[in-house]
Structures are given as C-alpha cells and as structure tokens.
C-alpha cells in the first residue's frame, strides 16, 4: 500500500473543516473531484474510511486514525524539504505564524525584523488570529507557529496535539483617560459600576472578560464602545468616553491613557504552540527560540 500525500491532505483536511465542499474550496477543486480522491484513497488502504450520511459524509474511526496520522506525515514532508534546503548550514524556508493583535505589535513585528537581519533566508508569513481561532488554525495546518493566550483559570483544554512554550505573564489592568487616573493602587472594578465601558465585538474573549469580570464585581457593565480595533478602543478610552479591561499588552504607549492594576488580579498566559505529533522544521525552531528571547526581554 503506498499513501498519496495530496489525497492524505483532502482526508486531513475533511478531518478539519467537516465537509467535502469546504475541501475542495481550501484546494480550489470541485466537491465531485475531491469526492473521487477520496474513493481512490479508501480503494488504496482497503478501509472504509468515510461513512455517507444523507448527502453529506463523516469520517470512520479508520478515517479519523489516518486522519491524525497524515498530518504527522505531511509535516514531515515539509520538514524533509526543509533540510534540503539548509543544506548551506543556514536555515531557511518558510514559517507562518499567526498571532492575537497586540502580540503582533509586540512580539511578531519585532522579530521579524530580527530574523531580517539575523536569519535572511527565514521566510516569516505573519496573520492576526484571535487565540480562540488559532488552536483550530495550527491543527488544520492553517500555520505553523501560533502565539496565543489563556487565562490561569484551568480552563484551556489540554491537547496532546499541541506542544506548548511559555513565553510570558501578561496582567489584566483596568484602563482610563489620564484624567480619571487617580491614585497609583489596585482598584475594584465596583467603584466602575456607574462607569461607560468600552469593549472588544461580541463572541471574543476580551468581550467575554469584560462582562464576567464587572458581573463578578456586582453589576452589569454599560457598553458604549465594541471595536475590533485596540486602537479605536483606547482612543475612546483616552477622550474621556469610557474605560475597560486590557491585558498589559494592549495597551498602546502612544495613547494617553492611565492603567491601574486590580484589586483582584487577573493574569492570562502568552505562549506559542506548534503541532505536537511532528518534529518542527529548523526555521520554525529559530522563530521559537526568538519568541522566547524576545518575551524575556519585555520583563528584563
């Protein structure tokens, strides 16, 4: 039996989005193409690797097993076509990473720019994701490297398919105009009850943090700003118009705005995560090893 990588990616990838048209939109194929691959793959295994349920198909516990195993296998293609290409000594190829928005201005940016300077022939592709899409993104092979976040509540999911490295601590403070700046103390988020609160759109976990924070606090937060946009969000914040919850990270020095710790604090973890099951290529390393170089300097 000898496995097609290109079929090995449709079965990996029905594994990961769940339809055959969502498939064969990711590969630019027809679902009727990407259909018959498939048949070719199950004729090649002798297994039954795909069950038909109305119009629609689910994988087999044989689908779901070859599923895992052909994205360790197709890793490990990329890994090999990497190393001929490091042949000079120098590694080289690409690496994508994606990234939540304040850890790309803080962290990504920066090392891009380090890796153009120390590791030329690395070929950094950067995306904004927000940790609650980057998890499903790196297990689909959607990238490589994910900088992500949780907070220390127990409540990110353990996944032997993800290999996790630290980087750093980063505070939740609650943020305001520098006139509402008041004394240097933690502060309790009831004292904001009256407050207008700016906040991240619904659905995404600084939205989320906002809302059970201030409920925990007693009350029920009067949002007069959602934006996508950090930048926007502090703007409001630094005309008087609202304040809110941010990670350290977010909060941009160019706006003037003042930020107090809490009384009751509130950490989430940064780090960056790569696929468990397969060995990362040497470029992917070195953007690894700079991460954590990098983080360690934001709190020398």
Known sequence: MRLNTSRLEMLHLLDSLGTVRAVAAALH???????????????????????????????????????????????????????LRDLSGQPAGPVRLAAFSSAVRTLVIPLAARLRRTHPRIELEVSELDPQDSRPA??????????????????????????????????????????????????????????????????????????????????????????SSYDLLLAHVEAGLSVSLLPELAVDGRYRVATRALREPLTRQVYAAVRGRSAPTAAARIVLDELRDLSASLHA
Do not use: M, N
């Open 29 to 83: 194929l027809s679902p009727s193409a990407v259909s018959a691959q498939l048949a070719v793959l199950e004729a090649e295994t002798r297994a039954e690797l795909l069950q038909r349920v109305g119009r629609r198909v689910r994988l087999t516990a044989a689908g779901r097993t070859l599923a895992r195993h052909a994205r360790v296998i197709l890793d490990q293609v990329k890994a090999a076509e990497a190393d």
């Open 138 to 227: 790196l297990r689909r092979g959607d990238c490589d490297v994910i900088v992500t976040a949780d907070f220390s509540d127990g409540s990110a999911p353990l996944d032997p398919d993800v290999h996790t490295v630290p980087l750093l601590a980063d505070a939740i403070v609650l943020v305001t105009s520098q006139d509402q700046a008041g004394p240097d103390a933690p502060v309790d988020l009831a004292d904001f009850a009256a407050a207008a609160w700016s906040v991240d759109l619904p659905g995404t976990y600084l939205s989320r943090l906002v809302s059970s924070s201030c409920r925990q606090a007693g009350f029920e937060p009067v949002v007069a700003g959602r934006f």
